[in-house]
């Protein structure tokens, strides 16, 4: 194992924590490198404004951001000892971070770490593969241990009410041209040489139809960008499948800033150990920003708990890239 100092460590972690998942991959964070200690600062500029008016999608995004630099520093053998909300009078700062003491990393430190950057969000239907439900009970277990549940959905007819929910729900904001238009000024167009947003071949220009459907981002609204390749192979398309996969709910017993950023640790938990065993994660937040379709999800479906995230787990055979800010426009 190669040596570093602690500084390297962080900054390393930093790197590492630059590609966690976020909504519209707005990567809404900054980070703060002092002493033995990085602290994780939510940046509130990149917060949607209309579509996450609350500010819940923004945590959960930079709560993943948090649990990535705990997978980084356990990869290279150190404890993270971690602080969520430590200051009441600092709002904006929503963890620190020191390494703690370091001893030979494990396996499943190294396994975890391994994903950081290899992870991707699909944005399509998925192969006709099988999710093991082994690999799924180990996917409950790593959202426990952060302090949330998730559930995988076995009912067709839950699986139908979620996805009617999301085609409602983005149905309706289709007609709201505000949100149409904050959700298309995070997708990139072709040759763009910007570091955040959705990249135009990271989704579909017209997204296959799964079964039931379940109604995807429209990222192409108005223009023509987006992936064309609707086939079923391994060379980049979004088009690997039409299979829904395992829909799969997360939530937490609260909701309140401490719950949301949980549930990004959790989230992010379980994507980096789905994708260890080739599996990847589509997701669907339509009907979570909308206050009145995300409380009878609450009541009805999720058992009175909060859904913070739903969300459909498959296998891609699609090779796709991704882009993130440098480390040097993330810290302060």
Known sequence: MTVRSVKQTLDAAVAAARWAPSV??????TFAVSGDEIGLKADTGRQLRVGDTAGRELLISCGAALFTLRAALAREGHRPVVRV??????????????????????????VLGAEIERRRTHRAGFADVPVPDELLDSLVKAAMAEGARLTPVREPEAVAVLAGLTRAAQGVQARDRRLSLEVISWARPPGSSRTDGVPADG????????????????????????SSDQGTGRSGGQGAGTSTGVVALLTTRADSRQEWIAAGQALQHVLLLA???????????????TDLLREFLRVEVCSGEYPQMIMRLGVTFDVKGSVRRSADDVTR
């Open 24 to 29: 519209h991959n707005t990567q809404p964070w």
């Open 275 to 289: 994708a260890a065993h080739g599996v990847s994660a589509a997701f669907h937040t339509q009907a979570l920003e």
């Open 203 to 226: 989704y579909p220009r017209r997204a296959t139809a799964t079964d039931p459907p379940f109604a995807q981002r429209d990222y192409a609204w108005r223009h023509d960008w987006g």
């Open 85 to 110: 909300l430590p200051d009441p009078d600092r709002p904006s700062l929503l963890a620190t971070v020191r390494a703690g003491e370091q001893g030979e990393a494990d396996a499943t430190a190294r």
